[in-house]
């Protein structure tokens, strides 16, 4: 495939129809005779049509999100019976609990073994400590991250590099209308999974929740397409899921199952997909998003509750992420509003910085991902032995702290799990600096959310954490393994706010858990640039609405602040990967310019009835997927726009052989012996290629009638348009394809077709390269 996608449909002024297109169909030699249309520009589009998906650089299409009304749509609508639409709402219900299910086994399962996994690799190393084995204790750990960390690398280099990462841009970007291969494979779902627990489990500083994302969108597009016909699981009764409308909804639900399995949040979850991964939302899709995260939330406490008897070896009573902040009342005064300001503003400055540097690391590792497998698993493999030596490194430097009063039992773990390690202290006595680095990322953010001593973390321990959690999450990330952006965020951000909380200590009521909590929030909201969901999360994940006015404020502040540097860091991944998003808003610059000033070309179209090799030969010589089709005489009085057929379509009916000898109408006889399902979208993109058609030198001289897949009601918008009101337009709709029609008659019936990439400001700004000073 060339690097022209699928979907760059586009699109010239003085449109190629039948009467100024062809000269004769086919021509003495067999090829396609083609004219140069009028006032023909020559302007091509020469935005990219690959993207980085995952540590994959794949072509990518857009979707189809617009209902196709054709004549064989409307025959199929009219000709369902009461019982088939009930049996479509009940599978949508089923299909949405299904998700939850499924969505909330895997966040238990993969919280499950990645407490095991580690609590065995830390069990292991401190007992080699206690005897103080100290070089078998580094190279049991280090050797144990390192066999970790290269399982979950060689998964995601030769199995699945569309895993690589969170996810969560690549969610974003299906959801927002754009498709690429394996994005929500069974083998990316697979590599998600178990790459993700691998590498959580390995000490890299990453989580587990954006994959969990991901995961949830990959579970959902494996139940809603009917399973996988290349790995022999298939269910015909999912046929009317066969489209991207209703895939788009599922998938939609899976990204919030996904928040709520990885947080214990099923609001926030619902709140996650509509403002951060959700691109169009409609009020019937919010009940079965909130039905989904519903049901999350009874499968995790059931089955946590299932642990509470020890049953689930060093998962202990759970596990996931539930962070115990101080119950009581919070009162707060002036000087603590003062200080909640100062770390909003903290926040919104180190979230920019992140963001940058985040972005400056992917685009280093992507010219060495892109050198092979081989050296995707040796990045993997440096990096880990890099994490392995600070974390065990580091805490030599830190000084043993005495066992707080009352912890007698539980201070130092010895034998067990627990958030007090010896490493090398005397007894009772403890390092602080690796109980939180020699332990799972989970249980490091519960000892700084922890209230229970204001001095159980030393100053000099917590600048040094910061700086470890702060460097090393900008190092991993980018690498070829699933890893998450929230925790490492989360573990820096409540760092800094309970160092802030120690410094503040004598004049400040609030205590030191609190600003741990504040400090995540402020770091959230500087990189993440969210504000409701991540307030609704972070309190589901504390259970303390009392910090509700404290979080929204610092949540409010950090976004305000970061805005001013950058843009969000999924939006900056998104932007960086290239994968062409369209905003829910337009450029200034759009306001200077008309629809038909970016239409790239050349435009071609078909007529009504068209012959068999002239469709063939396009499909064989270009890659678009929209075609106009053109009403013309004898057929009508004048030539008319017909609507628009797309090259998914044409492929089954040329496959059909449903031709004619006679340049006549028979769309009732393809009416007849074709279905909807017929042409239903096949899953994860592998329909028909042209290279599959077997036409003889006979068929290619027959006709065939497009009418009955020709979508007879396509959204149009005159050429003089304001650019600005078509993106809106473009994006508020969900289209793939927006077609440009003259304003003044006497003129072929299409100027052009407007695709997500000529509103792409690479491509308008190659156009017009000064009008973005014209503001």
């Not at 139940?223 to 290349?230: D, W």
């Not at 820096?492 to 609190?514: C, F, I, K, M, T």
């Not at 379509?649 to 031709?659: D, M, N, P, W």
Request: glycine share 10%.
């Amino acid at each position: 495939m060339d690097d022209r996608s699928d979907d760059h449909d586009i699109e010239v002024e003085g449109g190629l129809h039948a009467y100024d297109r062809k000269i004769s169909g086919i021509l003495d030699d067999g090829s396609v005779g083609f004219q140069r249309p009028l006032l023909a520009r020559n302007r091509k589009n020469t935005t990219s049509q690959i993207a980085i998906v995952g540590a994959n650089t794949c072509p990518i299409e857009s979707l189809d999100y617009e209902i196709f009304e054709n004549d064989l749509f409307k025959q199929d609508w009219r000709s369902r019976k009461k019982i088939e639409i009930l049996q479509y709402t009940i599978i949508k219900w089923a299909l949405a609990f299904l998700i939850g299910l499924a969505t909330g086994l895997v966040g238990f399962l993969n919280n499950l073994a990645v407490e095991n996994i580690a609590g065995f690799k830390f069990l292991l190393t401190g007992n080699l400590m206690l005897k103080e084995k100290y070089f078998q204790a580094f190279f049991a750990f280090a050797g144990s991250n390192l066999i970790l960390a290269t399982a979950a690398a060689s998964l995601c280099a030769f199995i699945a590099p569309a895993a690589a990462g969170s996810g969560i841009p690549e969610v974003k970007a299906y959801l927002n209308g754009i498709d690429a291969y394996s994005i929500l494979a069974p083998s990316t779902l697979f590599v998600k999974i178990f790459g993700s627990i691998f590498g959580v489990a390995a000490g890299f500083v990453v989580g587990k929740e954006g994959p969990m994302v991901h995961t949830g969108a990959c579970i959902a597009n494996l139940l809603g397409q009917g399973g996988s016909r290349k790995y022999k699981l298939t269910w015909k009764w999912l046929r009317f899921f066969k489209n991207d409308r209703d895939r788009r909804d599922l998938i939609t639900c899976g990204a919030a199952a996904g928040v709520a399995a990885a947080f214990r949040a099923p609001v926030g979850g619902v709140l996650f997909a509509l403002e951060e991964a959700a691109s169009w939302w409609r009020s019937a899709l919010l009940w079965r998003t909130f039905f989904t995260t519903a049901v999350v939330a009874v499968v995790l406490r059931s089955l946590i509750e299932l642990c509470r008897s020890g049953k689930c070896g060093l998962f202990g009573k759970g596990g996931l992420i539930m962070f115990d902040v101080n119950s009581g009342p919070v009162l707060y005064s002036t000087p603590d509003l003062l200080a909640v300001v100062f770390l909003g503003v903290v926040g919104g400055v180190l979230g920019s910085l992140y963001n940058y540097l985040v972005d400056k690391v992917l685009r280093t590792y992507a010219l060495i991902n892109e050198r092979g497998p081989g050296f995707k698993v040796m990045l993997v493999m440096a990096v880990s032995i890099l994490s392995s030596c600070c974390a065990f490194g580091l805490p030599w430097l830190a000084q043993c702290t005495p066992c707080p009063v009352g912890s007698e039992g539980k201070c130092p773990s010895v034998g067990r799990s627990g958030i007090y390690k010896s490493f090398q202290c005397p007894p009772n006595h403890y390092n602080d600096l690796s109980s939180l680095l020699l332990n799972t990322n989970d249980d490091a953010i519960r000892s700084l959310f922890t209230s229970r001593s204001e001095n159980e973390f030393q100053i000099s321990t917590l600048a040094m954490f910061f700086v470890f959690v702060f460097c090393l999450g900008i190092i991993t990330y980018g690498i070829a393994i699933p890893s998450g952006l929230f925790i490492p965020v989360i573990l820096a951000g409540a760092s800094y706010g309970r160092l802030v909380g120690r410094l503040l200590g004598p004049v400040s009521q609030l205590d030191v858990g609190l600003f741990s909590l504040l400090g995540a929030a402020s770091f959230l909201g500087g990189t993440m640039r969210m504000t409701v969901s991540l307030c609704v999360i972070l309190l589901e994940l504390t259970n303390n609405l009392l910090m509700l006015p404290l979080v929204m404020l610092v949540l409010l502040i950090s976004k305000t602040v970061a805005d001013c540097f950058n843009k969000g860091v999924y939006d900056q991944i998104v932007e960086m990967k290239g994968l062409p998003y369209m905003e829910d808003h337009a450029e200034p610059y759009m306001r200077n310019l008309v629809a038909k000033d970016v239409v790239a070309g050349p435009l071609l179209s078909f007529s009504r009835v068209e012959k068999v090799g002239v469709i063939w030969h396009a499909l064989k010589m270009t890659s678009h997927n929209g075609f106009p089709v053109i009403d013309e005489p004898p057929f009508t009085e004048s030539s008319e726009l017909c609507g628009i057929a797309l090259r998914s379509h044409l492929l089954v009916l040329l496959q059909g052989k449903r031709f004619s000898k006679q340049k006549t109408t028979f769309g009732s006889q393809i009416l007849r012996n074709c279905k909807a399902r017929d042409f239903a979208k096949a899953g994860l993109g592998k329909g028909l290629k042209i290279d599959d058609l077997v036409i003889s030198d006979e068929e290619m001289e027959m006709y065939v009638d497009l009418h009955p897949i020709t979508n007879t009601s396509p959204y149009t918008v005159l050429e003089t348009l304001s650019l600005a009101k078509a993106a809106i337009l473009f994006r508020q709709l969900g289209l793939r394809h927006l077609c440009v029609v003259p304003k003044t008659p006497g003129r072929p019936p299409i100027v052009g077709i407007l695709t997500r990439h000529d509103f792409m400001p690479e491509h308008v700004l190659g156009l017009y390269p000064h009008i973005d000073s014209l503001k």
